[in-house]
């Protein structure tokens, strides 16, 4: 029983820090030393800009709410399940802490698929660019949340 609890916290946490990672990390879309991320824009050789969400229709500050509660609702969900580990009789399930999970996991889906949906409207002038690491870390905490979420909801709790 330690064992599958150890490696479902380190589950839980390797998706907190994917889901923060990628939203803090300045490389959701990159072109030679450009890297633009949800906030800001950056050269190699120039200062960072601030990304103005009023040029994107909204999409953007869109994919940034997303995230950010994606990556809330991984921490509530955390520290729920630690409240619940010591609260829950014998033989209950983790539900509570499972539906926060896979609404972080909705969350994290949801931003990830606008960005890839509307991407070239983010960068119309980056357009022979790429996807950055972060965005590939988006999608990897996507099914990390999704699998945790589901491993809360056939847990139970025993001795």
Not at 131 to 159: C, D, E, H
């Amino acid at each position: 029983m330690l064992v599958i609890l150890a490696l479902i916290i380190l589950f839980h946490v390797v998706s907190a820090v994917l889901l923060f990672i990628s939203t803090i990390n300045n490389a959701w879309w990159t072109l030679g030393e450009i890297s633009v991320d949800l906030w800001q824009m950056c050269n190699g050789t120039e200062p960072c800009t601030a990304t103005d969400a009023k040029d994107y229709e909204g999409f953007v500050q869109t994919v940034q709410a997303s995230m950010i509660l994606s990556t809330i609702l991984c921490c509530v969900g955390f520290f729920v399940f630690i409240l619940q580990l010591f609260r829950l009789k014998q033989g209950e399930r983790f539900v509570f802490t499972a539906v926060i999970q896979l609404l972080s996991c909705l969350c994290v889906m949801t931003a990830a698929s606008i960005y890839t949906a509307e991407h070239l409207n983010f960068h119309s002038d980056l357009k022979d660019g790429q996807y950055g690491s972060s965005f590939i870390l988006a999608w990897l905490a996507f099914p990390f949340t999704l699998f945790s979420g589901l491993m809360y909801l056939v847990l139970r709790k025993r001795k």
